[in-house]
């Protein structure tokens, strides 16, 4: 039965993400769909459903810079990975599709199958069709905010309701009118799934693919964070942290020979797993984050390679993920996790003016990340040394993932981080102004051409 219904669903997916793809839909909600089980088996299904970004924010973001001339010409040889890494639009021809949009979108129809069938569904108690609600809720929630922090302007609360969103589709149909939603509007739907979700989920989490109650909570946090409500930050970090606060001792990564890591399913730190759809093969790392990092730091001697380990082979150092330890199918944690929802209450607690109790758990972290001989307590004078500190933590703690570049958008609504951003690329010198439009990715135009009520980014 599931892999019947896994086909013919994953083909629908396939479709989802436009609705001129096909004449006729091969799927309407419950016609193949009957057992809670097998709603069970399509949740579980990772194909699509652990994607949270492409390659476009790792090469946009300031970790890396190219400047190796074999790296430069390898780059300059792929349109689209040179218009991201140049902030350049459109990043796609008329004839290339988006399949960073298009993942996300079919996995969007996945969840809205559930949302919409799962507690008419037969053979499951109650508690597990909640359960898978409450999921599904989460997975949907956390897929929007990914998409309307990609596509989309940073949240401002002044201009919010007016800024275009993204569509915000909450039916499994594949003919639906793609009509952005305005960012707040996107952002009042990802709340109302969070909430909706909540009294839903398990206390206790058995595995980090499917969401609990932690994971609801630090995509909150998350959410709040990103629409600078850092007092809503604050609360639901800690609601977090006291279901599940552990932090992984990357001491005993090192500790052994070879150095291990443990695969996302095993780290204690995962709430949600979530993994990029695809990486870049030469991440050739920036002057700039390795000053940061440092080579005591022990996230460097873990994710951090000559360049000779990397094809095309280059000059400098290279960030080293986490799937080189774990193999296949592990990759980079780029959704829900501990040690992002620490970061966020450190930094809820800097901008709050609760400068000590934010080094404090800073230091508690910075602990973990190098051995007891290099270790040294960070120290803050005032509250906005104390929040840069946890931005360069940040940026060290997630270098190389691409979760930095979101970063960089939010922090460009503030005074104290904002600035331009300049690279060179085959002699050519490239600028991201403060407030520029290519802190939104542009919308591919083969999308807009089969629905024109689609509206470009600027």
Do not use: H
């Not at 790296?71 to 021809?93: H, R």
């Not at 998350?222 to 001792?249: C, E, H, P, Q, W």
């Not at 022990?298 to 960030?319: C, E, I, Q």
């Not at 703690?397 to 570049?405: A, K, N, P, Q, S």
């Amino acid at each position: 039965m599931y892999p019947r219904i896994l086909t013919i669903l994953l083909f629908a997916l396939s479709l989802a993400s436009c609705r001129k793809y096909v004449e006729d839909a091969p799927v309407q909600g419950q016609r193949v769909l009957v057992y809670t089980d097998d709603y069970r088996a399509l949740m579980d299904n990772p194909d699509k459903q652990e994607v949270a970004l492409g390659m476009a924010p790792q090469l946009s973001c300031d970790d890396l810079d190219l400047a190796d001339p074999a790296i430069a010409s390898y780059v300059s040889g792929n349109t689209i990975q040179q218009a991201m890494y140049t902030w350049a639009k459109p990043f796609y021809q008329v004839d290339q599709s988006d399949y960073d949009w298009n993942t996300l979108y079919s996995a969007m129809y996945v969840y809205n199958v559930v949302i919409n069938g799962v507690l008419g569904s037969k053979g499951g108690d109650l508690t597990l069709r909640n359960d898978l609600l409450g999921e599904a809720l989460i997975q949907r929630a956390f897929t929007y905010f990914m998409l309307v922090n990609t596509y989309a302007r940073q949240y401002d609360a002044s201009t919010a309701a007016k800024d275009p969103g993204v569509p915000v589709l909450l039916k499994p149909a594949l003919f639906v009118d793609l009509t952005r939603a305005s960012v707040q509007a996107t952002y009042d739907r990802i709340l109302a799934d969070i909430r909706q979700a909540i009294p839903l989920l398990p206390g206790v989490q058995q595995i980090n693919s499917r969401a609990g109650k932690a994971a609801a909570y630090a995509l909150l946090s998350k959410v709040y964070l990103n629409m600078r409500d850092f007092a809503n930050a604050a609360v639901y970090a800690d609601s977090t942290l006291a279901i599940s606060g552990n932090l992984y001792d990357y001491n005993t990564a090192v500790a052994a020979n070879p150095y291990i890591f443990p695969a996302q399913f095993n780290d204690v730190q995962v709430l949600l797993r979530k993994v990029p759809r695809q990486t870049f093969g030469a991440p050739q790392l920036s002057q700039s984050l390795l000053n940061l990092l440092g080579t005591k730091d022990l996230r460097y001697m873990l994710f951090v390679r000559t360049g000779d380990n990397f094809y095309p082979a280059f000059s400098g150092m290279g960030f080293w993920p986490r799937n080189n330890y774990a193999g296949y199918p592990d990759a980079s944690a780029v959704g829900l996790t501990v040690n992002e929802t620490w970061l966020i209450k450190a930094e809820c607690l800097a901008r709050g003016g609760k400068k000590d109790e934010a080094v404090a758990m800073l230091n508690t972290l910075r602990k973990f990340r190098f051995l007891p001989a290099d270790y040294v307590d960070l120290t803050a004078a005032t509250a906005d040394d104390a929040l840069q500190l946890v931005v360069d933590e940040r940026r060290r703690e997630f270098f190389g993932t691409g979760l930095r570049w979101f970063d960089q958008r939010r922090l460009d609504k503030d005074p104290l981080f904002a600035k331009a951003m300049v690279r060179t690329l085959n002699g050519t010198t490239y600028t991201l102004a403060s407030g520029s439009n290519s802190f939104v990715f542009p919308l591919a135009p083969m999308l807009i051409a089969q629905n024109p009520e689609l509206k470009q980014n600027p």
